[in-house]
């Protein structure tokens, strides 16, 4: 599967969003390939004939929990974004506001996506799609936030906002120092600044 395609999604029933949730704490908490299917279905009180009725695969509840973790940080995202003044330095700032939000809440160990590809770096896997598509689509957002400040920079302030990002959640993972998502803000603020950013 290229990394272009978009990979098959299931029709949630009552007992297959029980394993979902269950499995992405236990993915999130001790890593993808640690966990396996008997602990799903303990943790979700279902049996394994009933986990494996719903998702088919181990490989497809993987699918399920980044597929979902993208969706719902897109969703948050877009309320930070709705809520800052367009074409400004603030849009762009919104989007380490909002990283921060769901790092505190969400994401103690950093990047669900990042993670996962330090398990999952093969582009035949049916979830590296959703993987590589998140940051696809978080470059092409910086991008199309600094084509609104620098048309003639875009892609190069695009990048570098990019990874400020980037770099700021595996610093968040790591927690070697205190809230490096603030300090990327700063960084990228100061950038803004210089590259003439309205406010």
């Given at each position: 599967m290229g990394t272009t395609e978009r990979p098959q999604r299931i029709t949630m029933t009552p007992a297959a969003r029980r394993?979902?949730?269950?499995?992405?704490?236990?993915?999130?908490e001790r890593g993808i390939h640690a966990v396996g299917v008997d602990l799903i279905a303990?943790?979700?009180?279902?049996?394994?004939k009933t986990l494996y009725d719903r998702f088919g695969s181990k490989e497809q509840i993987v699918v399920e929990y980044l597929a979902d973790r993208d969706e719902r940080w897109r969703a948050f995202l877009?309320?930070?974004?709705?809520?800052?003044?367009s074409?400004?330095?603030?849009?762009?700032?919104?989007?380490?506001?909002?990283?921060?939000?769901?790092?505190a809440k969400n994401s103690s160990k950093g990047c669900s996506m990042v993670n996962a590809h330090a398990e999952?770096?093969?582009?035949?896997?049916?979830?590296?799609?959703?993987?590589?598509?998140?940051?696809?689509w978080m470059l092409a957002l910086?991008?199309?936030?600094?084509?609104?400040?620098?048309?003639?920079?875009a892609?190069?302030?695009g990048r570098t906002l990019m990874l400020l990002h980037e770099g700021a959640l595996v610093a968040h993972g790591l927690n070697i120092f205190a809230d490096p998502i603030n300090?990327?803000?700063?960084?990228?603020?100061a950038l803004l600044a210089a590259a003439g950013a309205p406010e």
């Open positions: 394993v979902l949730e269950a499995a992405a704490r236990l993915f999130y303990a943790e979700a009180g279902v049996t394994k877009a309320q930070h974004l709705d809520a800052a003044r074409g400004s330095a603030a849009r762009v700032l919104a989007v380490f506001d909002a990283s921060r939000a769901w790092s999952i770096s093969d582009p035949s896997h049916p979830a590296y799609p959703i993987i590589t598509g998140q940051k696809q910086f991008t199309d936030l600094a084509r609104d400040i620098t048309p003639d920079r892609d190069h302030l300090d990327a803000r700063e960084q990228a603020q």
